[in-house]
């Protein structure tokens, strides 16, 4: 069962269609759940809904994984670059536009902090007392730019986001940023952290030797924070949605071993 409605995000001043799957048994039962947040809702939960005519299927990744949990989708922002502005916490070096083919003129990124902020203080918050969740076992999980977005609500609210899943993750968009704020954060309440990458990634010029470098380079700050994490590398995967749901199952029951 799946429940929308219309959110604000009052720093910036924009609505945002947020979708909530709940457990098949949630109405019939007085227990609470643990609560995944997600990004990109419109490519998660149904095929014709999804921009590149393949989802997620959340609901199937969870049943597979024989785990109970709330998954609470947030549209992203499909107008122009915001997307790629609302999941980067920092504005991007220019050498990132040219990558992208975007005109240098526009600042990419930068408003990640405050579209963390939205979903931490004001749609958490909502979640918690409209749906019988456990109120301090929350994750967080994305692919790509959401894969960095998810990270970096790791790095800042680690005593929230305890469980964390990034999958084909553009840490290029902020690579010394994100690298920068992992060194410097105290991780120690996190619980699971997994992140991956595919051999065959592809982004405009951003090549699978990019999304490669990108990650491991993230890998070898991550490996000294002392945290229970895992990376994976995934041969011939590509960057989409049929990839990501394929292996999605098996990550959340990672994310959510004792």
Known sequence: MVETFEFKITALNRARK???LLPSEYVYSTKDYPVLYMHDAQNL??????????SWRIADCVLKSGKELIVVGIDCNGEG?????EF????SEKSVNE?????????LGGEGEEYIEFITKELKP???NKYRTIVDDTAMAGSSAGGLISTYAMCKYPSIYKRVAA??????????????FAEKSDLTDIKRFYFDVGTKEQTASFDSAAYLNSNISFKNVIENKGINYHFAIFEDAVHNEESWRERFPD???YLYEV
């Open 18 to 20: 947020i979708s909530v």
């Open 81 to 85: 670059t915001k997307r790629s502005d």
């Open 88 to 91: 980067g916490p920092w504005i």
């Open 251 to 253: 990550i959340i029951k």
């Open 45 to 54: 939960f149904k095929d014709e809904d999804s921009f590149f005519g393949s």
């Open 126 to 128: 909502f979640i918690d």
């Open 167 to 180: 999958l084909s993750n553009a840490y290029w968009l902020n690579q010394k940023d994100i690298e920068n």
């Open 99 to 107: 990558g992208l083919c975007i005109d240098n003129s526009i600042d």
